[in-house]
């Protein structure tokens, strides 16, 4: 097996190290429509976005086993492990349940960007898989236009995740949803549950 390679963020660069002996990957499954980032935080850019239920092969994960090397349709990158399952003999089991029963090789992450977010809070993630919902054009249209400022939240924001009261949310004229921009991604919200149902997608 070849190291996980080097990653490019920006104008700085960050290298990912496997622990000890190399190991082969192993299989996975995104258990939602999840995001690989080009580090293991939610305020690295997004270089791809799986699908629910689509094969991931993972090199190895954090040693708190909170986000993966993985790679997918070609494209290498970090996901979180919250949204990643694996078919153990007792079930279907997300990484950070499964790492006691399996031996997960632990990668190391070092970035020369010492530069961190503020986190105003930690998203409730999603414990099954949720459909977005389809807004009408001119809602998407909308919330694809609007360039307010990002916040951040610990955790991915997938459909189903709900966000935390220090997100603010933004009305939508002529809908019942709200809006916000988190992580770097504008998202429909169900005001009164404060719930994702939509994740507008630009890449």
């Known amino acids: 097996m070849t190291y996980p390679r080097f990653l490019t ?29 080009s580090g293991p935080s939610t305020h690295y850019p997004i270089v791809a976005t799986t699908n629910h239920k689509d094969r991931l092969d993972v090199s190895g994960c954090l040693e708190d086993v909170s986000w993966c090397v993985v790679s997918w349709g070609g494209v290498e990158g970090w996901a ?40 105003v809070g930690t998203v409730t993630p999603v414990s099954a898989y949720v459909e977005a919902i389809s807004p009408p054009a001119a809602v998407t249209a909308f919330v694809s236009a609007q360039t ?27 809908s019942k949803y709200t809006f916000s921009r988190v992580n770097g991604q504008n998202v429909v919200v169900d005001t009164s549950s404060r719930q994702v149902v939509y994740v507008h997608r630009s890449i």
């Open 148 to 174: 307010i400022e990002t916040v951040h939240v610990q955790g991915e924001v997938v459909v189903g995740a709900v966000l935390p009261e220090t997100v603010p949310l933004f009305a939508i004229p002529q």
């Open 80 to 119: 979180s492990a919250e949204y990643i399952d694996v078919d153990e003999t007792d079930g279907v089991k997300t990484l950070p349940l499964a790492k006691n029963d399996m031996g997960i090789p632990v990668v190391t992450y070092t970035a020369v960007d010492a530069v961190q977010p503020t986190f």
């Open 9 to 37: 963020i920006a104008a700085t660069a960050a290298a990912v190290f496997v622990g000890g002996e190399a190991a082969l990957a192993f299989v996975a499954f995104s258990n939602a429509d999840l995001n690989l980032r």
